[in-house]
């Protein structure tokens, strides 16, 4: 850092901001990580039984009656921490904050699942700030040197395909405004699709794989990083910026962040910065959204709602990774290199993943999964026959 003039002042904070608000400043986040925590609940066997979630329901409320205002008390200091952090917040953002910190302080603890819940949300806490803070003094390091592989990237794209990809896809998107939004919504969901994987993970009590797949992620910051240093290039939205005027007719995010990447890369190459900030630099090779879109599916696969919808994400993040003109197309062949290498040496270390005096019992075996078409023609059909018998 010294030898390249990167500032040694770094944001800390930033990367818990970040998923902080990706969490709690939007209407519903919070309603959907707990639908997917029912999903691996209720779908361990590949079916839906719509009849134990609605029992669960009312269980929950006969239990919270003795609980009511330890409730009441928990969701008020939730939602004051969400005002304190993310200030501006709607009046959505503050109700389901509030009934977040309700639901939570329902749950009945016991003393060895409250601890083992607080010191494994520590060392995550340790674990992703240590990987965002490397991953961020590479990818700020990358380009510093003056050497650019964009042009080699980019005949690998045509080499491998005879044409050029993010043109391509650029082109077609640009004549469909609605599926652009769609794809820079899909793009920033990241961290999202990350809580939602975990908490699938949690419903389906698999805590030793849980414990594996953040570090399968944490993995794929550092293996990332050092790619990056190694590898460094701009990507298409910046070498072939003709590409892409479309996004700056339509209302999506990616132009602002396009052009506050590239001040910022900028102003750690000519020396000018005085903050090292969590992630906000240029990089193109290998593309971490596919790594960890790859990941994702893989830890999914035990659910097959959760595996679908990991598969959605996973395809949506590839075509606006090109069509927005953030990576080349080899970039994301890169990713999948660093997934699959991610992934093996978190499983070859699962058991010796988190200090000796914090072990986790290992997780219960989980039945082959029914025909994926199947388990949502019966919850389709469960779901028919409770509004039936309502009508």
Known sequence: MLELQLPIRYTWKEPFRVVIQDIFNQPGALVFVAGMYLIGAYGRRGEWDLDQVVKLARTQILHGIDRFWIRVAAGIAVESAQLLVLPGVSVVDSLVAFGAGFFIAGIRWNRRSATETAAFLVLSALVFSTASYASTVLKAASLVRGVEW??????????????????????????????????DWVYFKLFDHMIWVTAVLVGL???????????????????GGIWYYLMPAWGPIYTDPAAFTYLDAIPVRTPSIRDALKIFTVEVIEGRS??????????????????????????????????????????????????????????????????????????????????????????????????????????????????????
Do not use: C
């Open 150 to 183: 964009d042009y080699e990237i980019l005949a690998l794209d045509i080499s491998l395909t005879g044409l050029v990809p993010h043109r391509l896809a650029a082109a077609w998107v640009a004549d469909h405004s609605n599926i652009a939004m769609i794809l």
């Open 274 to 391: 005085q903050l090292l900030r969590s992630w906000v630099y240029v990089a193109a090779m290998p593309s971490l959204h596919m790594a960890f879109e790859f990941i994702m599916v893989w830890y999914s696969r035990q659910s097959p709602i959760a595996l679908l919808i990991s598969l959605a994400l996973m395809v949506l993040t590839f075509l606006s990774t090109l069509a927005l003109g953030w990576h080349y197309a080899a970039d994301s062949l890169g990713g999948a290199m660093v997934a699959a290498v991610s992934i093996a040496l978190a499983s070859r270390f699962r058991n010796s993943l988190l200090p000796s005096w914090f072990r986790l019992a290992e997780d219960d075996p989980i039945p082959p999964p029914k025909p994926l078409f199947k388990t949502l023609w019966r919850a389709w059909r469960s779901a028919a026959d409770v509004r039936a018998s309502h009508s």
């Open 205 to 223: 009590r698999q805590f030793k794989m849980r414990t594996e797949f953040l570090t399968a992620i944490a993995i794929g910051y550092l293996i």
